[in-house]
């Protein structure tokens, strides 16, 4: 460790910039918007509810969603939610309130980063109809990112662990029986990992916050999760 972070070798420092080429290469890609498949609404299984991380749309986990929706699970996704640089409460309010105008239950959600603190504020405070049914959380800050300590940008900042939504939401831990924590093995954005007690915890042998998204290794860990809890 040095400062606080950790030392890296110089196989896992280029795969981080690989990393770092995947963010790119879905941000140009994700500028032309896209509607939602036809085929999304469509499944007999668990619907599952989108919910990306910040400055994300729900199309960076386009990939997740084929995949689940294959499987036979009807997928919905948040427009509204833009790039998500709403709060954590905000998002969440937003996010419960299209579950209950649909009267949707056994939702399943599937969040990246960001997405999973909205996810757990739905589930410990929102989720008063009891919907939500589980949590599969792909590099999930839940104990926050020390790196948006020193961050000017207002929505990186409430990523931070000195926040008071994340640390009621660490202190919460009366959902986290129902979620599922999927991580890299490094994580160059979340230093302090993605663990959560109490939770399911499965590490993935790669380095990254957003190449995982693609990952069979992903697709496999997800898969098992929500099949676990039928």
Known sequence: ???????IS?????AAVADRFYLMRELVRHMVGRTPSAQYDRGACAPVLLLPGVFETWQFLRPVADRLNALGHPIHTLPELGNNRLTIVASAELAQRYLDQRQLTGVAIVAHSKGGLIAKHMMVTDDSAGRIDRL???NSPFGGSSLANWTAVRPLRALSPRNATVITLAANRAANARITSIYSRLDPLIPGGSKLEGATNIRLSMVGHFRPLASPALFAAMEGAIASRR
């Open 1 to 7: 460790m040095r400062n606080g972070l950790p030392v």
């Open 10 to 14: 110089i196989r896992d420092a280029a």
């Open 136 to 138: 599969v959380a792909i």
